[in-house]
């Protein structure tokens, strides 16, 4: 029996030896190679069309264009504020990639991050040291759900670490990404023994990668989305919908993970905490806002026309044109106000038409003229809300047929 | 750190890992003919049998990998509408009006170009802030002109902002000015876009 063992024991060896050598062999000599791609692309959550109604549309549109990263830099080439470089990585707190579970987190550099980071390749340690702390004194880190930014400090934030599996979405299905990069760099030699030391990325780096794609763009300032390789940064991992477990993603030679970003690059300097995609800057939601600051109950549009915004029909029976505004335009003054001004010398407008301007909101309607008669029709200002007419001396203004409302006549 | 990066560090390449066995293997057998005494000849040499047998069933998962392995294509860069739109829409959060050369208080961008807008064959609906509103729709460019009405809380005016909304459909990319002419109007607006965002939507064919 031992011997039965032992025969086997060394027959498995044997065998193992001879896979081995298959191996190596077919490693090193296989011509054939494999290729995983991930694009990492669109994040908007997978069921928007739901909340459509309820979101305005700059709330929709952050969802529906939501892509991997956004990159904010504000480069002060006009010395108008401060430079601002800014990273967020939108993704998902769960696998149901819902409107509800989204969440972004992201970092600020507030200053040159290029300049500074060349300052570490200095050779005096002590000013290495003044530049680490003054990288350190000018980076924040936030969070961001349902539109609003905060700090969280260590123990409220999720932050950007490489420690962190971020649940994004590829094909509408989840997967996991994680910043898991490093490469390897002689740190000392001795005679011909070199000592080796690995460098683990950080979102800094990203960061600095991303700025500078983004500086270096041929369409130059504006916004717009760039397409980076960040296969040398992040894995990305699959979900088991059946196991309900994340994993690695089957074995290929060459695993390609390209990002889209959306970037806003501006010639200004940043001077005020909403240019940030975060809405703060240094911490201060109220960077650079007004030291009195304005606030109102509502806001409401005023537009003004002249004659040139009016529709105008010819009448036989008032030898010239009624002036009125066709039920579309009168659409698009709804839940706003206007100011009407008509000057009688360039066109022989004879007066408003019936129903002219019946149900618009009119804060002020001013006639222009010298010497001539012009006639409200019927119902040409009714429910406008208008109180009084403005004139200049020697218009006369005539009511046909127009007795539903009271108006005050002002000279001009 | 957590255990896969440990894994990473030590098997980081299928190299590192043959070395390592190949090392481990070299010195035992180096040892085994070293070492007079019998027993411990025989552990050696088990340890090494054990060693080969690990490093053929690392090499046969991996070599199943290899294989079995296929490539993929997981997602998609929908490039085209991202880099030249249909229609036109923009939204920001992030409008900030400064003060230009001419003594305004603007806001401008460039943004992506818009294929075949054209205000002389078709007809565009102006939306500002999901608000269908009245602009002059020129063959290339789209112009807002309008005025807010900022009230207090007893309806009174506070300020009336004169805002005016330019976009230019240029061949490369769609510009966009905000402008207003004073700071206080400035500060104003600078409100409503802090509250509401910015959005403008052209949609054709209504």
Redesign the interface.
Known sequence: MAKIAKIS??C??A??????V???Y??FN?TNY?????????QAPVDLIEFEDKL????K??YE?RVLFDI?VYSNSNN?GIELNELMLNYFTDTSLSTSVCRSSGIQYAGDLVEDIQKLDDTDISNIQNSILEINNKFYEYERTQ?ISWNGGKNLATGLS??EKYTIK??DKP?QLQL?G?YEYVSSKFLWIEKKE?HYYTFLEVLYDCVQAVKTNS???????I?VDLSKYFS?Y?FNERTGQFRE?????IVKN?A?LKF?YDE?GA??A????F?IIAEDSKYGM?ET????????????LTED?LDFRTSEVYNGELAFLNLK?I???E???VNITIDLSQKAIKGLDISAFENLKINSLTIIGSNQDFYLLENSLKNTGLMQIKISSGVNLIKDNCSDFELEEVQL | MNLLLIFDDVFKEFKNTMIIFGIVIILLVFLFFVLKNDTTRKVMLYIVGVLVIAAGIYSSINLYKEVNAKSYINGEIPLFSQFQVEDFSYCSSQIVLTKDNNGQFTYEVDTLKVKDFDGIENTYKIYFNDKNIPAKVNAGSIEINCKLNFLSTENETLNLAPLKIQVNFLSESTTIKIATNNQESANYLQKYFLVNGFSIKAIKGV
């Open positions: 024991f060394w498995l060896a065998l193992a030896l001879v896979i081995s298959v191996y190596i077919y490693h296989k494999t290729i995983g791609t991930n694009y990492l692309g669109d305005t549309e700059v709330q549109n952050e264009k904010n108008s539109s490489r420690d590829i094909d997967y898991t490093s690995t369409k130059g300032y504006g916004d717009g989305y397409v990305v699959e993603q089957p074995t290929t030679d390209y889209t806003h200004k001077s005020m909403n240019q940030s995609i809405g007004p600051p304005v606030d109102y109950w509502k806001a409401e549009f005023n537009f003004d915004d335009k659409e698009l003054y839940n706003s106000k």
